[in-house]
């Protein structure tokens, strides 16, 4: 039974609200309506739409995929999924900056730049503010300038704040932590200078450099030297920047945790979480994740259990943590941190879900590298000596889950070979050992290659 929710007219005859499967193909055969249940001036408008769209994206790839961040900035997984094609299609996202940057996402120099709307904590008086004072005297050469240019009352601490964390400033200051540390003194020092000018005041300084004019033109090009700066201090680590970008834009621009492992990932044969939902139910399942948020959760018996907010290079998801499970590995679900999960997927309600059975931190996966020549790979003798030695170390299937990589060397070329799952195991390096002792060149090697 399909009802027709759309109206068409035809002379006298009406055709809506179709309530039997014969009478929809009727009106499908004759024309009335198409058959995803939109009538024909609907599905012509729509495949007009369609066409008009994938020529833009096929012609102008830069400019449309600029369009559509800035039409879903709103939409954090939208954005995230749009970056990620955007990477793929070989275009680059390049982060706020206070001298390029407008309100919107925008195409330029190939590449497509962030805009000061998608940053959070910064308005759209502060937006305006910015723009104009880049607009009237040219671009901002330091902190203390830019401080000193833009209305204060539209650009507060707090915007300040946001516009250097998420990156805004690098172009003249690379060191984010010493902009922060700078940006209470230098903050205070343009707030009492705007206050002078408002009063027809100026100091000393002012007036050998002409720094009192009311233009940034009759300003001397020493004008800003005079303003207060901290201590030198050592700039965040790369963690910690990626981690501020994420509160503030809602995902990593300038760089991500996990593309550092887009090389050696695919050895371990995960899927992406855009994949999920082409996942059989009750298939053994891994990826690679960053953990974004826990949330605990107690059960009707009183046990905790989470649900997990996590993210790779394609989107975002969830995944849920049953009683027994998180008992075993709650103290590594620490937020930011990365993450190789197992488990399977899981259907309810027209929902896919993760459902992780185990977890272990990036840093501590220890893959078992075993070094074959061509004439080894292809000696049954050989390689059932083995199978032999790794399922002896894989006996419990729940706990073994270290992944083994064959290294076929050739005269010209070195190929890296995962190991079905029924060959993981569970302690890497007693595994090692054994091929060792059985004279199998083995090793062992860090997911991070470290």
């Not at 590298?369 to 000696?379: I, K, R, S």
């Amino acid at each position: 039974m399909i009802k027709i929710a759309t109206r068409k007219y035809l002379g006298k005859q009406n055709v809506y609200d179709i309530g039997v499967e014969r009478d929809h193909n009727f009106a499908i055969k004759n024309g009335l309506i198409a058959a995803n249940c939109f009538n024909k001036s609907h599905s012509t408008a729509y495949g007009y739409v369609t066409y008009q769209t994938a020529y833009l994206k096929a012609n102008y790839p830069l400019e449309y995929m600029a369009a559509l961040l800035t039409a879903n900035s709103g939409d954090t997984d939208k954005v995230q999924r749009y970056i990620t094609n955007c990477t793929n299609m070989g275009i680059s996202i390049d982060p706020p900056d206070i001298n390029r940057s407008g309100v919107d996402f925008t195409p330029t120099a190939g590449k497509i730049l962030f805009g000061f709307s998608a940053v959070r904590n910064v308005g759209q008086n502060a937006i305006a503010c910015i723009l104009e004072a880049r607009k009237e005297t040219g671009e901002f050469k330091s902190l203390a300038d830019f401080c000193d240019r833009v209305d204060l009352r539209a650009v507060n601490r707090r915007t300040l704040e946001s516009l250097i964390y998420c990156g805004a400033f690098d172009k003249i200051e690379s060191n984010r932590q010493q902009l922060i540390n700078d940006s209470e003194l230098v903050y205070d020092w343009a707030q009492s200078r705007a206050k002078d000018r408002a009063s027809g005041q100026g100091n000393l300084f002012d007036l050998l450099g002409d720094g009192f004019s009311s233009t940034q033109n009759q300003r001397a090009s020493n004008a800003f030297e005079n303003a207060p700066k901290s201590k030198p201090i050592m700039d965040f680590t790369p963690q910690e920047k990626l981690q501020k970008e994420k509160e503030l834009l809602g995902f990593y621009v300038s760089d991500h945790p996990l593309k550092s492992l887009r090389q050696i990932v695919p050895l371990l044969t995960p899927i992406n979480l855009s994949q999920l939902a082409d996942q059989r139910e009750e298939t053994r399942l891994c990826a690679v994740v960053m953990l974004n948020n826990v949330k605990k959760v107690v059960t009707k018996k009183g046990d905790q259990m989470a649900i997990l907010q996590i993210e790779d290079l394609t989107t975002q998801s969830e995944a849920v943590v049953f009683p027994k499970t998180y008992e075993r590995i709650s103290s590594i679900l620490q937020v930011d941190t990365r993450l190789i999960i197992w488990g399977k997927v899981d259907r309810r309600d027209e929902q896919t879900q993760f459902i992780l059975e185990d977890a272990e931190p990036v840093e501590t996966v220890q893959m078992v590298m075993v070094e074959l020549n061509p004439q080894q790979a292809g000696n049954m003798d050989y390689l059932h000596r083995l199978k032999t030695i790794l399922q002896d170390h894989s006996v419990d299937k729940e706990k073994a889950k270290m992944p083994v990589i064959g290294i076929i060397q050739t005269e010209t070329d070195r190929k890296l070979v995962r190991l079905g799952w029924q060959f993981c195991v569970q302690d890497s390096r007693i595994t090692v050992q054994a091929l060792q002792n059985a004279s199998f060149p083995a090793h062992i090697k860090s997911l991070t290659g470290s």
